[in-house]
């Protein structure tokens, strides 16, 4: 069974997983970027975007650990890109470049239907109309035996999360206070879902814990 | 120069410091006991509450430093008892038996006046009317050169960090979800104050973070 997963998704101390007023300039809002500042003083972090270097250590490793077995990808369609509405083209095909950092099929949740993209590298964006539900039953088949990862942003995570279909959910907690943004842990967006702790270590700039579902 | 500090605060990973309906039987509101599980799990908490027993190690070094230097403690009143408005009588003299494990003076935030309260051991309960600023001069006096903490709850702990007058906030995120409650770390109750990571560690029950004012 594919087992649902959330990896390395990084909160504030104060519960924000974006900044307020994202845009293209600030796709996670604003202070938002100071949420991955760990992640691109890694090893893995810097391999990601072409670069070499960068730490290794704990950050690393869970960073590497967090694509391991992933079969596919589940994202919201503003981790997608900045459009909203109709595609005025078909120009857009995502903030990652020509070989983005998946390697595996990625469906975007949209309400515009659109084709898929085959990118370089492996990666092959699918957009889907018709809910979470369904974008899952294509991920699940489409990972081939593989985990399903739920990338984000903080909508479809809370989204996933209110259904109770994530299996295990993996957060990194960044000690910054943004003030405000979008929060993730909000019962009014979550509703009441059974978690207990499966794992807990911290870098010197980094809490990580692990939850699975009970 | 006594610094103003929190320390071992307990938050849950959604945020909260104390669960929603708070009462006589359930003073940190439902839920909120599982806040404190961790603490009473180490020799520290043990001895504090006159067992023994308990584990060492991280979670256990932490509390003890907690303590050390304190010269004085602020609290709010609904942290000292369950009772609202005037005092009845004299007869609530906090929740920690006649020998609090304090030892030194605790001042009492409360809008409604009342003498002093000498407990064995070194504890003495001054009941202060005028505001947190006059709650702090008369610690920071109190505690004749030691460090003066905030020991709760959440809405003491707010206004002071609203008045940008807290060193050092020191916190310990215990993995659960509470769901709703008394959120600490809220914008529009603490305003927007300037802290770096001053230290960050994990047991593997617990994320401790330290924060210190910029």
Redesign the interface.
């Known amino acids: 069974m594919a087992r649902v997963v959330v990896r390395n998704f990084a909160v504030s101390?104060?519960?924000f997983g974006a900044g307020p007023d994202q845009n293209l300039d600030n796709p996670i809002g604003a202070g938002g970027d100071r949420l991955h500042t760990w992640i691109f003083e890694t090893r893995f972090g810097r391999q990601m975007i072409g670069g070499d270097g960068g730490s290794v250590g704990l950050d690393n490793d869970l960073l590497e650990q967090g694509d391991q077995g992933i079969g596919a990808t589940i994202m919201g369609r503003n981790m997608f890109g900045p459009i909203r509405g109709d595609w005025p083209d078909e120009a857009w095909r995502g903030w990652w470049g020509d070989n983005p950092p998946y390697h595996h099929p990625v469906f975007v949740l949209t309400h515009h239907p659109r084709q898929p993209i085959e990118m370089q590298g492996g990666t092959t964006f699918y957009f889907v109309a018709d809910g979470i539900q369904s974008a899952l039953d294509q991920a699940v088949n489409a990972a081939q035996g593989g985990d399903v990862r739920i990338g984000g942003g903080i909508s479809t995570i809370q989204q996933y999360l209110r259904a109770g279909l994530i299996d295990e959910l993996g957060?990194a907690?960044v000690?910054?206070?943004l003030?405000?943004g979008e929060r993730l842990?909000?019962?009014a967006r979550i509703g009441?879902?059974n978690?207990e702790?499966a794992g807990?270590?911290?870098?010197?700039?980094?809490?990580h814990?692990r939850?699975q579902r009970v």
Chains 1, 2 share one sequence.
């Open positions: 101390l104060d519960g957060l907690i000690p910054i206070l003030g405000s842990l909000e019962s009441s879902p978690y702790l807990l270590a911290s870098s010197d700039r980094v809490a814990i939850l």
